[in-house]
Structure formats: structure tokens, C-alpha cells
């Protein structure tokens, strides 16, 4: 036979070309893909982030929320051997980082500094670290707790200018 194809040309006569089609199979990959879909959807919905511009508020209600919880830029740099805060363009007095009995740093003039902040500037709630590359990264961790411990949950980190 030309090209291996059997036509059914034997004893029977031709063969059918009638078959009949399992549909549950296709049901069942057709239910599975759309499924898949409808959440692959619900994803991509659930997992875009909320971002303006650097500009600033570019709506009039964003900025109505900004202008009733007016913040400062709080900045904290962490050298080796003291701290500085500084919020917008004051500065306040270093802070000396000296180390306990058991060489841990002492962190007590931190606390109390953001306690007389929390105080001045009750709805501040961002900060940002500045820490040198010479900084031990269990104080780095320890700053940080103390901030958020302090009501400054948004701490970010960013390198040391200069």
C-alpha cells in the first residue's frame, strides 16, 4: 500500500471515517484552564503595588492626607563610634556609641532621643539608617529594633553619604 495507510480495503469493504469523540477529557482540560486563568487574573490584580511619582501627591485628596499628617525626613547615620539624627535640615547633638559589661552596644541615649521625638512629632513613623561600612551588622539589627520598638515601624536603610 502507498504510503502505509490502511483504508480498510480488505474482505469488509471500506472502513468508517465516523468516529465517535470523548468530550469528558476535553471538558475537563477546558474546566482546569480556565480555572487557571480566572486565578493567574486574581493574581496579577492582588500583586500590583500602589506607586506615584516622585513628584509628589498628584491627586487633591493625597495631598489634603499628606498637608493632615505632616512629617519630617528623619535620618539616622551610624558611624563606628556615634550617631546622628537629624530631621529635615536641624541636626541634634551626636550620640557617643559606647559599649555595656558584656560588649554589647549601649543603645539607652538612642531610646530616650526618640522618645523626646515620638513626643515633638507624634505621627512620625519613618525613618531612614545611614549606616558606614565599618558598622557591625548586629548593631545595624539592633538599631533597627530599636526603632520600630520607638513607634518608627518604616525603617529603611540606605547607604552613608560622603
Same mark, same amino acid.
Not at 48 to 71: F, I, M, N, Y
Not at 90 to 110: H, N, Q, V
Given at each position: 500500500?502507498? $504510503?502505509?495507510?490502511?483504508?480498510?480495503? $480488505?474482505? #469488509?469493504?471500506?472502513?468508517?471515517?465516523?468516529?465517535?469523540?470523548?468530550?469528558?477529557?476535553?471538558?475537563?482540560?477546558?474546566? +482546569?484552564?480556565?480555572? !487557571?486563568?480566572?486565578?493567574?487574573? +486574581?493574581?496579577? @490584580?492582588? #500583586?500590583?503595588?500602589?506607586?506615584?511619582?516622585? #513628584?509628589? *501627591?498628584?491627586?487633591? &485628596?493625597? @495631598? @489634603?492626607? &499628606?498637608? @493632615?499628617?505632616?512629617? %519630617?525626613?528623619?535620618?539616622? =547615620?551610624? /558611624?563606628?563610634? &556615634?550617631?546622628?539624627?537629624?530631621?529635615?535640615?536641624?541636626? !541634634?547633638? *551626636?550620640? *557617643? =556609641? /559606647?559599649?555595656?559589661?558584656?560588649?554589647?552596644?549601649?543603645?539607652?541615649?538612642? %531610646?530616650?532621643? !526618640?522618645?523626646?521625638?515620638?513626643?515633638? =512629632?507624634?505621627?512620625?513613623?519613618?525613618? /531612614?539608617?545611614?549606616?558606614?561600612?565599618? +558598622?557591625?551588622?548586629?548593631?545595624? +539589627?539592633?538599631?533597627?529594633? &530599636?526603632?520600630?520598638?520607638?513607634?518608627? *515601624?518604616? %525603617?529603611? %536603610?540606605?547607604?552613608?553619604? $560622603?
Amino acid at each position: 500500500m502507498a $504510503g502505509g495507510m490502511d483504508t480498510g480495503g $480488505g474482505k #469488509g469493504g471500506k472502513k468508517s471515517l465516523d468516529t465517535s469523540i470523548n468530550l469528558t477529557a476535553f471538558i475537563d482540560l477546558m474546566a +482546569v484552564t480556565i480555572s !487557571f486563568l480566572i486565578l493567574t487574573a +486574581v493574581w496579577t @490584580q492582588i #500583586g500590583r503595588l500602589q506607586v506615584s511619582q516622585a #513628584g509628589g *501627591p498628584s491627586t487633591e &485628596e493625597e @495631598q @489634603q492626607q &499628606e498637608e @493632615q499628617t505632616k512629617t %519630617v525626613q528623619l535620618n539616622l =547615620l551610624i /558611624t563606628p563610634t &556615634e550617631l546622628r539624627l537629624t530631621a529635615d535640615q536641624s541636626a !541634634f547633638d *551626636p550620640i *557617643p =556609641l /559606647t559599649k555595656d559589661a558584656k560588649g554589647k552596644t549601649d543603645l539607652t541615649k538612642l %531610646v530616650a532621643r !526618640f522618645k523626646e521625638l515620638k513626643a515633638q =512629632l507624634p505621627d512620625q513613623s519613618a525613618i /531612614t539608617l545611614q549606616p558606614e561600612d565599618k +558598622v557591625r551588622y548586629e548593631d545595624l +539589627v539592633r538599631i533597627i529594633d &530599636e526603632c520600630i520598638g520607638a513607634g518608627l *515601624p518604616q %525603617v529603611s %536603610v540606605s547607604a552613608a553619604m $560622603g
